[in-house]
Structure formats: C-alpha cells, structure tokens
C-alpha cells in the first residue's frame, strides 16, 4: 500500500482500484477506506485513489490527536494531491467524508474538477437533519420484519432516552441480507478516539463554508438513498441547493451504503456524472 507524508509529517497509506483518470474517494467514519470497496464496480471506469484517514487503517496514528479535527483533516487532502502530482483533480467523498470534501472545496475551489458528494453528511454546511426526517425515511420500510424493534430503538435515539444503535443498522442498507451484514461488520470506525475528535469544537464554520459553495461554478453530483435515515433525500436536496451547478439523485431501494444495494444503478449515476 503506498504512503505519503502529512502536513505534520505523519505516514498516511491510500490504495488504488481500477484505471484510468483518477478520482480521489474520501470515506467516513473517519475510517480507512476498506468499506468502500470499489464502489460497486466505479473502478472500471475510473482510477479510484481511496486515502485511510489518519489514525484508521494503514495510516499512522499522529502524535497530535487534535489533527483528527476535519477543517485540519483538509491538509491532509491537500498533500494526497501534491504526493499525485494532480494539479487538478475530480473529488468524491461519502457519508461524513462529504464535509471533507467540501472544506477542502472551500479552501481549495481552484483544486477540484468535479465533486461527488455520496449519501452526504451535512454538519459542515449546517443543514439540520431532524428526528422527524429520519423516523420519515424509517417508516418506508414497515413492512420488513426487524422493523418493530429497529424503529422503537431509533424512536429511542431520536428522542434522547437511550436506545440501542445496533438494533437500527438495518434501515441502513436497502436489504437487511447477508451480504449487508457482512458489509455492517466491515464499515463502523475504530478509532472512537479519530471519530470523536472529527467533530470537535472548531471543525466546522457553517456560513464560510456555504458563501465558498456558493460561488463554486463546478459540477456536483449529490446522490442521495431513498431509504437512507443517515442522509435522507430532503436534507440532501438542501445542499445540492448550496451549489450553483448542482444534480441530486435519489437511489430507489438504496440506504446509506448504494453501491452495495445496487451497484449497477450507482455506477451508472455517478460514471456518467464523473465521464
């Protein structure tokens, strides 16, 4: 697995899939890239350049801990770019690598060709998703036979009594099957420390970050899960409104994880956007 030196001089490890014109693939979690596979098969059409963040994976762990910070983390992105030799390149980021991505987007605009954000968190740019909007995207799946018991925990969690996160990991893929379970065991962070530490106190500035996407002229791709109670379609379709040239798709049958529920639709979207 090759590595680059970080900003500080921490090792950081990436693997490549596929070929072609590369396309760096920022996971969430943080977490090393392993869960995002090859995105469903994204890799015979394009050079995916997938980093493990800092402290996950192959990565080294930083003598700075508070580097774990996202605005910080940009740094990171930054010298993945420079180590490529990339002048420009086309970014993609999932789940909470999407406040990566565009943080790096609002330092960095003149940096990034095409930006994918997939299934999207959105704390950087400040749109509140709502307990109302998850147990919304939650109720579409009533008819499954783990429902009772994922909704009363997410009912739970939502509204702040407790409640058990493993008995909602269903309503995040579109079937609760074997191969999503096996995908459930291969995607949680671990390092709680570098998960704790991407959100902490001065990781996000709202307002900048959406003035910055305001006046970022590239296309964006959004592609949200129908089912995802993550990132449900409505806030996704919120951001997709921060950007001046934007497209939203919404994945039917798909939750948190599209490539996994239905990798041909997903490779589909998102190589025709990144062609």
Do not use: K
């Not at 919404?250 to 062609?275: E, K, M, N």
Request: charged share 20%; hydrophobic share 45%; with cysteine.
């Amino acid at each position: 697995m090759p590595t680059f030196p970080a900003f500080d001089g921490t090792r950081l490890a990436y693997r490549t899939e596929g070929v072609g014109d590369p396309v760096v693939c920022i996971s969430g979690g943080p977490a090393d890239s392993r869960y995002l596979g090859d995105l469903g098969g994204l890799s015979a059409h394009r050079r995916l350049i997938l980093p493990d963040s800092r402290g996950t994976g192959r990565s080294a762990i930083p003598a700075d801990t508070s580097s774990y910070r996202c605005d910080r983390l940009v740094d990171d992105v930054e010298a993945l770019r420079e180590h490529l030799g990339l002048p420009r390149m086309d970014l993609l980021g999932h789940s909470g690598g999407a406040n990566l991505a565009v943080r790096y987007v609002a330092r960095y605009p003149e940096r990034v060709g095409r930006l994918a954000l997939i299934t999207p968190g959105t704390a950087a740019v400040g749109v509140t998703i709502t307990g109302e909007m998850r147990r919304e995207s939650a109720r579409l799946r009533g008819d499954e036979p783990w429902f009772p018991a994922a909704f009363a925990a997410l009912e739970a969690i939502t509204g702040g009594t407790g409640g058990d996160w493993e008995a909602i990991a269903p309503f995040f893929w579109g079937r609760w099957d074997a191969a999503a379970r096996q995908h459930h065991a291969a995607s949680r962070p671990a390092n709680a420390e570098a998960a704790a530490g991407f959100g902490a106190d001065g990781a996000f500035d709202p307002p900048a970050t959406r003035a910055a996407l305001a006046a970022f002229r590239a296309p964006v791709l959004l592609l949200a899960g129908e089912f995802d109670l993550n990132s449900p379609p409505a806030s996704t379709a919120e951001f997709a409104g921060l950007f001046p040239d934007a497209s939203l798709v919404v994945q039917s049958g798909a939750g948190h994880y599209p490539w996994i529920d239905d990798p041909d639709r997903f490779v589909a979207a998102t190589a025709a956007f990144l062609r």
